[in-house]
Structure formats: C-alpha cells, structure tokens
C-alpha cells in the first residue's frame, strides 16, 4: 500500500467489542496503543479493553494504528506527520465520532451513556488531546484514562507540538488553557467525569515534576493520579496493576 499525507484517511485495522453477556453496553470506550512496535494486542491496551468491556459493561473500540498490522499508511518511520502525532490526533478523532454515530445508530434510546478516552503512551497524547463532538448529547461527559503519558519522549516525539499536547492535558483538569481547542465550544473546555493517570514507577526523572503541574492546575477536582510501584513504560508483569487501580478509582467516584 502506498504512503498517503498524513491528514488523508485510511482504513484502520478496528477492534469493536460489546459485553460478551449479551446485554447492551452501558457505554462506549475507545482505547489508543503506543508505538515503536505498539499494537491494539499490547498488554496495557487488551487488559484494559477486556476489563471496561468485561467489568463495566462498554462496547470498547481498539485499533492498530497506520501501517501497523492490517492498517494502512505509512508509519511513523516513513511520515513526519505520524512521527509528530497528527495523525495518530486525527485518527483518534476520526474513530470516535464514527464510534458515536454508530453506537446512537444501534441504541437510537440512548440517555446519558458513559463516554471513556483512553491511550497508552502516545495514545495517551492522542486521548489527551480528543474532545467528543458537541452533536451528541446522548453521551454524559467523558472519562479519561492515560496511561504511561510520554513526558520523556514527549519532545522528541512531538518536537514543537509538545507544549500543546502538554496543554491539553492540563485543559481537561483546569477547565481552560489549551490554544487547540476545536472551534466548536468557542473557547469553553467541555465537562469531564474525571481524568486518571497511571504510569510506572521507573517512568523518567521529569514525570514528578509534570504530576506536580498537573495537580496545581486540577481546579475542576477531577484529576487522580497514580504511580506504581516496579513498573516501566512497557509494564510487563505489572500490566495487570493498571486495571486494578482504575478499577480502585471508577468504584471510588
């Protein structure tokens, strides 16, 4: 398959997945990998699609990024703009609100169905950086999830674009801040039900200092933030503590 700009849209190899009771999903998730060899089978991305299907009740939407997998495009080898993250953004934005299109589609009754962005490493720069669209009120304010965010490789990986992305972040727990914000909420950040980050003990030296940033910025009091004991960037055998603590905070709020 040839290489496209990295704004042209490709076919995504997609994983969309509903609580195997048979009962309708009480929500919609939508779960980014990493990269560097990342994919939608990698640990921290599988467990915690098993558990948000599994253990509370969500249609959950995973996806093998470009050029990974049966995915097409290039990858972030061959494409400044994959490197960079603007692709990997748009995709993002893309996945969801066809999620949401299709999710009202199937369940037209839908009420205030629970919303969740969640990525590992780059995807979590990715989630970090969504916003659901305004068009549709069928979904309460989002959840976030953002695991191992990438605040070593965050420069490198996002060169001029890391203070933003940064933002971003810090936006969905200030409530205002982010110089990206879509045009469609004229400068107002939307509502969120919380936002969690989970990373690994041995994740850099910066990641305390950006905790700190982030816990000062946190006036909305939506923000929880855990470090684990023995894990890195990639888990390992530790990837199972990643459910475990954000099963610890959805049962606490």
Not at 37 to 53: I, M, S, W
Not at 62 to 75: F, K, L, M, P
Not at 86 to 113: C, W
Not at 141 to 153: D, G, K, R, T
Request: net charge negative.
């Amino acid at each position: 398959m040839g290489q496209g700009p990295s704004s042209q849209v490709v076919q995504l190899e997609t994983r969309v997945e509903d609580p195997v009771n048979g009962e309708p999903p009480r929500g919609l998730a939508l779960i980014a990998h990493g990269r560097l060899g990342g994919t939608f089978d990698q640990p921290p991305v599988r467990l915690l699609a098993e558990y948000l299907r599994d253990k509370r009740g969500l249609r959950v939407v995973t996806w093998n990024a470009r050029g990974i997998g049966r995915s097409e495009g290039g990858n972030e080898w061959t494409d400044f703009g994959i490197w960079i993250g603007d692709a990997g953004i748009n995709d993002y934005h893309r996945m969801l609100r066809e999620s949401m299109a299709q999710y009202v589609k199937d369940f037209p009754d839908t009420k205030g169905a629970q919303l969740f962005l969640c990525g590992y490493s780059a995807g979590a720069v990715f989630a970090g950086c969504t916003r659901p669209p305004l068009s549709f009120p069928q979904f309460a304010p989002a959840y976030y999830i953002l695991i191992s965010y990438p605040i070593e490789m965050n420069p490198l990986m996002a060169l001029h674009k890391s203070g933003s992305y940064f933002r971003s972040v810090e936006a969905l727990v200030q409530g205002h801040g982010w110089e990206n914000l879509p045009a469609e909420f004229e400068g107002r950040e939307p509502d969120v039900s919380g936002v969690f980050t989970v990373t690994g003990q041995f994740e850099g030296v910066f990641y305390g200092l950006w905790a700190h940033i982030l816990g000062t910025k946190n006036a909305r009091h939506v923000l929880r933030q855990v470090l684990v004991d023995g894990a890195g960037h990639a888990w390992d055998d530790k990837a199972p503590r990643i459910v475990e603590e954000v099963d610890k905070w959805l049962s606490s709020i």
